[in-house]
């Protein structure tokens, strides 16, 4: 089971760095690169809230099911 996720792509949509959207949900640089690179054991609604309100996109656009059978 392989959870992709695609948080840099939508950041390039939106013309946004990572420093701005981890200032603008309230995470540190470090925090948001642990997501972005797949490494975080877990993320809490609000946080993917937030990015969501942010990036003006839905949780399936950052967060990808890929099945590895």
């Known amino acids: 089971m392989a959870i992709i996720v695609n ?3 939508m ?3 939106r013309k ?3 420093g701005e959207l981890a200032e ?3 995470i540190t640089q470090a925090n ?3 997501l972005k690179t797949g490494k975080a054991k877990a993320v809490r ?3 993917l809230e937030s990015i969501c309100k942010i990036l003006n996109c839905q ?3 950052i967060l ?3 099945d590895d059978s």
């Open 32 to 34: 948001l690169s642990i």
């Open 7 to 9: 948080l840099d792509v």
């Open 11 to 13: 950041l390039a949509k």
């Open 59 to 61: 949780p399936g656009d």
């Open 45 to 47: 609604f609000s946080t």
């Open 16 to 18: 946004m760095s990572s």
């Open 24 to 26: 603008k949900i309230g």
């Open 64 to 66: 990808e099911f890929r």
